[in-house]
């Protein structure tokens, strides 16, 4: 039985999603706070296995709260937003910054639009973050907040492919990720210049309507132009692109990027594998291909048609990915020719900057 903490100034929200998770076979709610100073003494005293945390409360607000609880009793936590405005949703990323791993759509009602699916959102999210072993972190004002090192990042970046990428050098770059993906990025594409001299590709699973807040978030935190993916456009050097809400990203023949309105992969829009995939064929660009932490199979077959086409490929290692099923999959299919923490990935591709210029 998975036990949830449900944070919310709103007693009528408390009332509906206690309602909610009560209603699941496999979980219950063990408390109820109002509040971040109501919600840090709550996991103290029950320790949940989840919180659904709002943001904005008296007191204390779910940033702040995260934070303090992320550094003395961590706990997996879900972030519920009460609207998609740029606001709100930058403020949920401040949140995952603090150690969330993960922001959703408040459920409004039955009879709300999209509420079927908003709250199956929330409850997957909670199955699924109920089983990742968080870690605690240390003080947020004496150190940056990035990922926790790994020994893989203290060892540093794989020279033996830096080789590799030496003698066969990319023109693109192109990334997957899916739950913890966010903080995986920004510990990645920190370690870049404003200069780097490639175009990066990103698609990561996000609930619809917090694209632009993680990407003005990320921008804020990163040299690179962070900004979303456009049709027909070229990908500049220096610039890190989404795939946009609701659409598939691939690098058509052209050279130019290309969103897709096709179906779902996977269960989701955008999908990983629509780029990868694009990345396999023939006419393709030489690229190095990325698969990040996240829930699933998504984009570790096509990683595996990448390596077989001669494209060079990299999996989050185990230690340091959130959730180890897109890139532990593309492991268990030989996709990939090295596993990496985000950090030394950063690393690496900054080495490689410096050859490349």
């Known amino acids: 039985m998975i036990s949830v903490l449900i944070v919310d100034d709103s007693r009528t929200t408390l009332k509906y999603l206690c309602k909610l998770v009560e209603a699941e076979p496999d979980m219950t709610v063990v408390g109820t706070a109002v509040n971040g100073l109501d919600a840090i003494a709550k996991v103290k005293l029950l320790k949940p296995q989840v919180v659904i945390m709002d943001i904005e409360m008296p007191e204390l607000d779910g940033i702040s709260a995260t934070r303090q609880i992320m550094e003395e009793n961590p706990v997996p936590i879900i972030i519920c937003s009460a609207n998609l405005s740029h606001n709100l949703t930058e403020k949920s990323y401040r949140a995952i910054q603090a150690g969330a791993l993960a922001a959703v759509v408040k459920p409004r009602g039955a009879g709300s ?9 929330l409850l997957h ?23 926790p090192v790994t020994e893989a990042a203290v060892a540093g970046f794989d020279h033996e492919l830096l080789g590799l990428l030496k003698r066969t050098p990319p023109s693109l770059i192109a990334i997957g990720a899916s739950t913890g993906g966010p903080l995986a990025l ?32 990320l921008q804020s935190e990163v040299a690179l132009v962070v900004t979303i993916a456009a049709e027909a456009r070229k990908p500049l050097p220096g610039h890190a692109y989404f795939a946009p809400d609701g659409y598939h990203l691939e690098l058509a023949d052209t050279g130019l990027m290309r969103l897709l309105s096709t179906p779902r992969e996977y269960n989701v829009q955008p999908a990983v594998a629509p780029l ?49 099923g897109m890139p532990g999959e593309a492991w268990r299919l030989g996709a990939v020719q090295a596993r990496m923490s985000p950090e030394a990935i950063g690393e690496l591709l900054d080495h490689l900057a410096l050859f490349l210029k």
């Open 113 to 121: 639009p999209g509420a079927r699916e908003i709250v199956a959102t």
């Open 125 to 147: 999210k909670v199955k699924v973050l109920s089983e990742v072993k968080v870690v605690r972190r240390r003080s947020m004002a004496a150190v940056p907040s990035v990922l």
């Open 186 to 217: 920004r510990a990645l594409l920190a370690k870049l210049k404003q200069d780097f001299p490639l175009p990066i590709l990103i698609v990561q699973h996000i609930a619809s309507g917090f694209l632009e807040g993680m990407v003005s978030w």
């Open 276 to 324: 990868f995939r694009s990345l396999a064929r023939p006419q393709a660009p030489p690229t190095l291909a990325i698969l990040l932490t996240g829930m699933g199979r998504d984009g570790a077959l096509e990683l595996l048609a990448m390596r077989q086409r001669g494209q060079v490929t990299i999996a989050q290692d185990e230690a340091s990915a959130v959730v180890n």
